[in-house]
């Protein structure tokens, strides 16, 4: 991707919606065409991850929902730029590095089911996109956060894909952790978040579908960069689509 076009600032908050599974390969190609775009990069996941590590470090049982959603009312998340990322702040504290274990993931997936719990990060994911340009990735943005959204992608890959994935990303941070266990999980997750009442992960009927197996996150983010050059006028009124950088060859 070329890294040599000139910053684009819209006119219009501009919405990218970036769907998928676990392990998709979401959070680098949105991060890449954030980037692109000059847009805010949002990860809803680390939204509902923070939840989870604060229940953890409340004390508060998981089952207790009552106690879960009084929580997520009050929870102040804050995610902020970081050369190496997103800083994820939950009630002041950098928890960053602690919400991606496989501990914080097979609890945040039945917590990120409550009703409450979804109505109260929806709204928070609303109001920054209605401050700010933003490319957003999740389970349910082109569904119910953003459904207007003028480019919707649904990014998917095949389990064993998106398990050597989080498998390379683990062992980065120096986690072991059983590729064949992350597979087994993944699926699981997939069918919980897949199967739930509240939003489930669904792409949107407008998405486009990415299958990201034989593609690398940049092949991805340039198929997303075309499309936002394709959005219609009557979707982005006062966006001026021709200072949208050109493409990778
Ligand atoms: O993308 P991730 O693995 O960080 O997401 C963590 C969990 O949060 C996962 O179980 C799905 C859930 N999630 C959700 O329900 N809705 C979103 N918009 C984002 C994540």
Redesign the pocket.
Same mark, same amino acid.
């Not at 890294?3 to 890449?32: E, M």
């Not at 990860?43 to 470090?57: E, F, I, K, N, P």
């Not at 998340?77 to 602690?98: M, N």
């Not at 993944?186 to 949107?204: C, K, N």
């Given at each position: 991707m070329t890294s040599t076009s000139p910053p684009f600032s819209p006119s219009l908050p501009l919405q990218v919606a970036i769907?998928g599974p676990? /392990?998709a390969g979401?959070?680098t190609v949105a991060r890449l065409v954030a980037r692109a775009l000059n847009l805010t990069y949002v990860? !809803? /996941?680390? +939204?509902? #991850?923070a939840l989870a590590w604060s229940v953890l470090a409340h004390s508060i049982a998981p089952e207790d929902a009552s106690a879960v959603c009084r929580l997520a009312q009050s929870l102040v998340i804050v995610l902020e730029d970081a050369a190496d990322g997103v800083r994820v702040l939950a009630d002041g504290q950098d928890i960053t590095p602690r919400i =991606?274990t496989p501990e914080i *993931?097979r609890l !945040? *997936?039945p917590l *990120?089911?409550l009703p409450c719990v #979804?109505t109260r +990060?929806v709204a928070l994911?609303q109001a920054m996109a209605a401050r700010q340009g933003v490319v957003m990735? /999740? #389970? $349910?943005?082109g569904t119910v956060?953003l459904p207007h959204a003028p480019v919707k992608v649904f990014l998917t890959a095949s389990p064993a894909a998106r398990a050597a994935r989080r498998h390379a990303e683990l062992a980065a941070r120096g986690v072991r952790y059983s590729l064949a266990d992350l597979e087994r999980e993944i699926r699981e #997750?997939d069918t =919980? $978040?897949a199967t739930r009442d509240t *939003?489930p992960?669904a792409a949107a009927p407008d998405a486009v579908l990415i299958d990201s197996d034989s593609l690398t996150a940049e092949q991805v983010a340039d198929r997303i960069l075309a499309l936002a050059r394709t959005i219609p006028a009557s979707a982005s009124a006062a966006w001026p689509r021709s200072e949208l950088p050109a493409l990778a060859s």
């Amino acid at each position: 991707m070329t890294s040599t076009s000139p910053p684009f600032s819209p006119s219009l908050p501009l919405q990218v919606a970036i769907d998928g599974p676990a /392990g998709a390969g979401k959070s680098t190609v949105a991060r890449l065409v954030a980037r692109a775009l000059n847009l805010t990069y949002v990860d !809803t /996941g680390a +939204m509902y #991850r923070a939840l989870a590590w604060s229940v953890l470090a409340h004390s508060i049982a998981p089952e207790d929902a009552s106690a879960v959603c009084r929580l997520a009312q009050s929870l102040v998340i804050v995610l902020e730029d970081a050369a190496d990322g997103v800083r994820v702040l939950a009630d002041g504290q950098d928890i960053t590095p602690r919400i =991606r274990t496989p501990e914080i *993931s097979r609890l !945040t *997936s039945p917590l *990120s089911a409550l009703p409450c719990v #979804r109505t109260r +990060m929806v709204a928070l994911q609303q109001a920054m996109a209605a401050r700010q340009g933003v490319v957003m990735e /999740g #389970r $349910d943005i082109g569904t119910v956060v953003l459904p207007h959204a003028p480019v919707k992608v649904f990014l998917t890959a095949s389990p064993a894909a998106r398990a050597a994935r989080r498998h390379a990303e683990l062992a980065a941070r120096g986690v072991r952790y059983s590729l064949a266990d992350l597979e087994r999980e993944i699926r699981e #997750r997939d069918t =919980r $978040d897949a199967t739930r009442d509240t *939003s489930p992960l669904a792409a949107a009927p407008d998405a486009v579908l990415i299958d990201s197996d034989s593609l690398t996150a940049e092949q991805v983010a340039d198929r997303i960069l075309a499309l936002a050059r394709t959005i219609p006028a009557s979707a982005s009124a006062a966006w001026p689509r021709s200072e949208l950088p050109a493409l990778a060859s």
